[in-house]
């Protein structure tokens, strides 16, 4: 027992106590594109980017796309790319998603009334892995462990659709889950929601182009939240859901 306790005490308090002041170091998140000129017919950026998130007229860079590896930074001679830490990356709009030199911010989670009022204090959702590399799953798994907690705030991963108020969906949609991604939205009960998580679920991400992919279920249903991101930083997701929710923190 006394050793038990010993190791308790060594490990001190490992929960994150204010989830919305929370910095992770050493994390690349949002994109940040100087006001500087690009050398001239320079093309590196948009060369080495391995999911075509960069645009060169204007510059730009699609979050729904890149998947921050963090390669057009090294590349770049003038210096115009860089990355900071700041976690909170998500919106309620696809179009969102890009940033600009003049339009530097991410467009911001729109808090949704409907949503507050009828989940604002319990939301189960569950879970669908339509082809991911398991990143963006661990991640998820991640919301629930000692250090975020994300089930103080009644924001539960459930079992069954049956018992969930939305789905979360991670990865590009491979046609061998397209039907098992619609059985699973179909058996969950109105009203409900769909939360893409991750640069795969949201665009395709690098296997965008990929012919093993059938992604017509997002032409049916619109996400309510995107969560950028290769994988989505726990972090990530939950400030987005709580904006998304109206829940203060």
């Known amino acids: 027992m006394l050793k038990t306790i010993a190791v308790r005490r060594s490990q001190g308090t490992q929960y994150i106590a204010d989830l919305r002041r929370a910095v992770p170091a050493g994390f690349r998140g949002k994109p940040l594109i100087a006001d500087t000129a690009c050398a001239d017919s320079c093309q590196a950026c948009q060369s080495v980017c391995p999911s075509r998130a960069i645009e060169l007229v204007p510059m730009r860079i699609d979050l729904g796309r890149c998947v921050l590896c963090g390669d057009c930074e090294p590349v770049c001679p003038s210096g115009k790319l860089g990355f900071n830490n700041d976690v909170k990356l998500a919106s309620t709009r696809r179009e969102g998603l890009v940033v600009t030199a003049a339009r530097a911010h991410i467009d911001p989670v729109q808090v949704s009334a409907a949503l507050h009022q009828r989940f604002g204090r319990s939301l189960k959702l569950r879970s669908v892995s339509a082809g991911g590399c398991n ?9 629930g462990n000692v250090n975020f907690d994300l089930g103080r705030y009644g924001i539960d991963i ?18 061998n889950m397209a039907q098992a991604l619609e059985i699973c939205w179909d058996a969950i009960p109105e009203p409900k929601l769909v939360i893409a998580m991750g640069a795969c679920a949201i665009s395709g991400g690098v296997f965008a182009d990929s012919d093993a992919l059938d992604r017509s279920f997002l032409e049916k249903v619109t996400p309510s939240l995107y969560l950028p991101g290769c994988p989505t930083h726990p972090l990530t997701f939950i400030s987005g859901i709580m904006d998304l929710l109206g829940i203060a923190g």
């Open 158 to 175: 459930v079992a069954s659709p049956r018992h969930a108020d939305g789905l979360v969906l991670t990865g590009p949609i491979t046609r």
């Open 135 to 143: 990143g963006c799953e661990m991640e998820l798994n991640a919301t």
